[in-house]
């Protein structure tokens, strides 16, 4: 059985709530390690010299796309309110 003077004197390793305190910044730092083993193993992927245009060619609406246009403002307008006069 243990008395008060026992728990007094004992290592700061025994008492759980230590583990707990320090458990977090461990996980932090095992976590990073980890994050730049992956960094410096795996190479970083090289853009195209041109990947702006390719970007803005992307961007630009396909030709079916203009083919649809009166059904879409026809859309539009049958869901727009009529006004009144």
């Known amino acids: 059985m243990k008395t008060e003077a026992d728990e007094s004197n004992a290592p700061w390793w025994t008492y759980g709530h230590v583990w707990l305190v320090i458990a977090g910044p461990a996980a932090v730092v095992v976590a990073a390690l980890a994050t730049a083993w992956i960094a410096m193993r795996s ?3 090289v853009l195209a010299e041109d990947y ?4 803005l060619q992307l961007s630009r609406p396909a030709p079916a796309d203009k083919a649809l246009m009166p059904a ?3 859309r539009n307008h049958a869901a727009t309110p009529a006004k009144e006069r």
């Open 43 to 45: 190479a970083d992927p």
């Open 52 to 55: 702006y245009r390719r970007g």
């Open 72 to 74: 879409l403002q026809g």
